[in-house]
Nanobody
Framework: QVQLAQSGGGLVHAGGSLRVSCAAS????????MAWFRQAPGKEREFLSF????????YYADSVKGRFTISKDNANNIVYLQMNSLKSEDTAVYYC???????????????WGQGTQVIVSS
């Protein structure tokens, strides 16, 4: 079992920045990738980015490419999502997820963080 604990998020004005974190514990050797998703009210969960757990390969959805950066602290098993140039449409609950594949669909991820709210005011 892998446990994922999220932190960060909150309220920011449009154009501002926020960082969300996801600390992994437990059987982390089972991880092949970590991803970030978000879900806005009334919308489906949306893939944002993933990072390879061992190789550090990163991939981004077009909607966040150039604005969001995923990174990993290998010593502490923490994955970050740095979000810059935030827009009101970035308002959502953000989730980290761990899985055994480097893919963009949520059903492939086995472990999920508790979610953290990000609100971008215009």
């Amino acid at each position: 079992q892998v446990q994922l604990a999220q932190s960060g998020g909150g309220l920011v004005h449009a154009g501002g920045s926020l960082r969300v974190s996801c600390a992994a514990s437990g059987r982390t050797f089972e991880l092949y990738s970590m991803a970030w998703f978000r879900q806005a009210p009334g919308k489906e969960r949306e893939f944002l980015s993933f990072i390879g757990w061992d190789d550090g390969f990163t991939y981004y959805a077009d909607s966040v490419k150039g604005r969001f950066t995923i990174s990993k602290d290998n010593a502490n098993n923490i994955v970050y999502l740095q979000m810059n140039s935030l827009k009101s449409e970035d308002t959502a609950v953000y989730y980290c997820a761990g899985g055994r594949a480097q893919v963009t669909y949520s059903s492939a991820y086995d472990w999920w963080g508790q979610g953290t709210q990000v609100i971008v005011s215009s």
